[in-house]
């Protein structure tokens, strides 16, 4: 059975502080890729569509270099996501600067640790966060946002309903339509 050679894909992504993909260009080629997707996307949009064609391009026993780890994933949680979907394609990742290479036994071990981590510092979030949550109810705190509306101006809209219509009630008490529907339909 003949096999396909390994093929290096490189992927550049500018950043906020240097547009400019020369370093990363030139690193990817003394690499040995074949074929470098560029995005000029900054990290602060979801949306890479660069990225998916370099991630639809690769084949199984193929190889995912970037320059830096900060080029693929904008959180911690999105670069393990992304690293999974490489290692279920069974698709290799490099890393240059951080010397991450996911075919060799200490880059998966590497990758592992760092996976477990970010599990880790979700689970804590959560922890957190439902802690926080459930001291607030037994302080008595009101959790969510503030009511838009007051019990005087609720009472008032009631009273305004018999002779004027809700968009004229929103009017005049300069509050939403939705906002008022939803407060006079509260017992």
Same mark, same amino acid.
């Given at each position: 059975?003949?096999?396909?050679?390994?093929?290096?894909?490189?992927?550049?992504?500018?950043?906020?502080?240097?547009?400019?993909?020369?370093?990363?260009?030139?690193?990817?080629?003394?690499?040995?890729?074949?074929?470098?997707?560029?995005?000029?996307?900054?990290?602060?949009?979801?949306?890479?569509?660069?990225?998916?064609?370099?991630?639809?391009?690769?084949?199984?026993?193929?190889?995912?270099?970037?320059?830096?780890?900060?080029?693929?994933?904008?959180?911690?949680?999105?670069?393990?996501?992304?690293?999974?979907?490489? %290692?279920?394609?069974?698709?290799?990742?490099?890393?240059?600067?951080?010397?991450?290479?996911?075919?060799?036994?200490?880059?998966?071990?590497?990758?592992?640790?760092?996976?477990?981590?970010?599990?880790?510092?979700?689970?804590?979030?959560?922890?957190?966060?439902?802690?926080?949550?459930?001291?607030?109810?037994?302080?008595?705190?009101?959790?969510?946002?503030?009511?838009?509306?007051?019990? %005087?101006?609720?009472?008032?809209?009631?009273?305004?309903?018999?002779?004027?219509?809700?968009?004229?009630?929103?009017?005049?008490?300069?509050?939403?339509?939705?906002?008022?529907?939803?407060?006079?339909?509260?017992?």
């Amino acid at each position: 059975m003949h096999h396909r050679p390994t093929q290096k894909i490189g992927y550049a992504r500018v950043s906020t502080e240097d547009q400019n993909l020369d370093l990363q260009l030139d690193a990817l080629r003394q690499q040995g890729c074949t074929k470098v997707f560029e995005e000029k996307i900054t990290g602060t949009t979801k949306s890479r569509p660069v990225l998916n064609k370099a991630i639809k391009a690769l084949k199984p026993g193929d190889m995912l270099v970037v320059w830096k780890l900060d080029r693929l994933g904008r959180s911690l949680q999105d670069l393990i996501e992304i690293l999974k979907l490489l %290692e279920s394609n069974g698709v290799g990742f490099h890393s240059i600067s951080d010397g991450i290479d996911t075919t060799s036994s200490c880059g998966r071990l590497l990758f592992h640790i760092i996976g477990a981590i970010a599990e880790f510092e979700c689970n804590q979030i959560s922890e957190r966060t439902k802690a926080g949550l459930q001291a607030a109810r037994q302080r008595g705190s009101k959790l969510g946002r503030p009511r838009s509306m007051s019990d %005087e101006q609720i009472a008032l809209a009631l009273s305004l309903s018999e002779d004027l219509s809700l968009p004229n009630i929103a009017t005049r008490l300069n509050v939403g339509r939705t906002t008022l529907w939803r407060a006079m339909r509260k017992p």
